[in-house]
């Protein structure tokens, strides 16, 4: 897991309410999801599940329904 964190700081961390809401806030900015995993420190599979699980509105959350097909 040192390994992870050491390209993913925040790997295996639990969301806090306010990385929800700025998670959703830059997909509806458009932001993408490699853009969005260097930002949280998680991995864009993690970025795509909890954009999923918040239902998200933007294109990496577009993305990530398309995926999760």
Do not use: Y
């Not at 809401?21 to 864009?44: I, K, M, Y």
Request: aromatic share 2%; glycine share 4%.
């Amino acid at each position: 897991m040192q390994q992870r964190r050491q390209i993913h700081r925040n790997t295996h961390t639990r969301w806090s309410d306010e990385e929800e809401r700025r998670l959703a806030q830059r997909c509806a900015d458009g932001v993408l999801t490699p853009e969005l995993s260097n930002e949280f420190g998680r991995t864009e599979l993690a970025i795509e599940s909890r954009l999923l699980k918040i239902a998200a509105v933007g294109p990496a959350a577009d993305q990530a329904r398309l995926n999760a097909l």
